[in-house]
């Protein structure tokens, strides 16, 4: 989705650690299964995540960046570290008072951008890892790089809403957090009807709800963030969604698909799902736990 010209960001949302170093690893790091969780979107193989349960000393505090310069949502249209600074601004605005309707309380998540490597309450992790989120210290971290790879790599289109799903996704993640669901992952890691794989399809989902009334949510000054959906913003989303299938992964990589290996779905799926937040808009349509079939919502 575009951005309104006009509509005025708060950076403050965000913070960029591009340049502050590679970091030290930290302390009060998580194993098992949820490190599938942390992989995040993409299906990376979770060993890529270096020293997530070890220890060490904090991490010192990160200077601004650049993303502190986004203020407007035509510098979102121009520039992808804007456009997660709007993305991230639109996602705060919508989720307290949808989940208010639910009696639950958003707090809102941290933000993070980096570039090669970032320390977090989790532990150290790489650019290699993609965007992922951290329950424990509540922090979603976004490698801006990534967004290129999703089309070089991964084959998506690449449009607006392709990149917005992204950060949208990562935030469902902190909705499951808040809902108490993302811990079903560490229950079931791997499968093609796992636990892992529902998280992430209710994560899909949740994208989806977004999306649906991301052009409704305002600025400070009452401006409309985002345009309306078009259908070739949708389009867009369905192909990200698709790209990052673990079917079309495995078989991009070693030309054969396993099921019994899968953690975030299939290609298939991942659209259904993200189609599925898009068109009903509710929490309860987004129930993949009690789903017969993944396929159809």
Not at 95 to 112: D, E, G, I, M, S
Not at 114 to 125: D, H, I, L, M, P
Not at 195 to 202: A, C, F, P
Request: hydrophobic residues 35%.
């Amino acid at each position: 989705m575009s951005f309104n010209d006009n509509a005025q960001l708060d950076p403050s949302q965000l913070e960029d650690r591009r340049g502050s170093g590679l970091g030290l690893r930290v302390g009060g790091g998580i194993g098992g299964g949820i490190v599938l969780l942390l992989a995040a979107l993409f299906g990376i193989n979770p060993q890529l995540l270096e020293g997530l349960a070890g220890g060490g000393p904090a991490a010192a505090p990160a200077t601004s960046g650049a993303a502190s310069e986004c203020r407007t949502g035509s510098q979102a249209d121009q520039r992808l570290d804007c456009r997660i600074v709007g993305t991230v601004n639109s996602l705060n605005s919508f989720w307290p008072a949808y989940l208010a309707q639910q009696n639950v309380r958003y707090a809102r998540p941290k933000t993070v951008i980096f570039s090669q490597q970032v320390s977090t309450g989790c532990g150290t992790a790489s650019s290699e890892v993609g965007p992922f989120y951290c329950p424990v210290d509540t922090t979603a971290y976004f490698d801006p790089g990534f967004f290129n790879e999703l089309v070089t790599r991964f084959g998506s289109s690449g449009g607006p809403l392709a990149q917005e799903y992204v950060v949208a996704h990562e935030f469902g993640h902190h909705i499951q957090n808040l809902l108490g669901n993302i811990n079903k992952s560490q229950q079931d890691p791997q499968g093609a009807n796992s636990l892992s794989v529902r998280t992430e399809l209710q994560a899909d989902c949740y994208a989806g709800i977004w999306a649906k009334y991301a052009s409704t949510r305002k600025d400070a000054n009452g401006q409309v963030l985002l345009e309306p959906v078009t259908r070739q913003d949708l389009a867009d989303a369905l192909s990200a969604a698709s790209s990052v299938g673990d079917d079309r992964i495995q078989k991009a990589a070693t030309g054969r698909t396993n099921p019994e290996s899968w953690t975030h779905g299939s290609s298939a799926e991942r659209q259904a799902w993200f189609s599925q937040g898009y068109s009903k808009g509710t929490l309860g349509s987004c129930n993949t736990f009690g789903a017969a079939d993944l396929t159809r919502p």
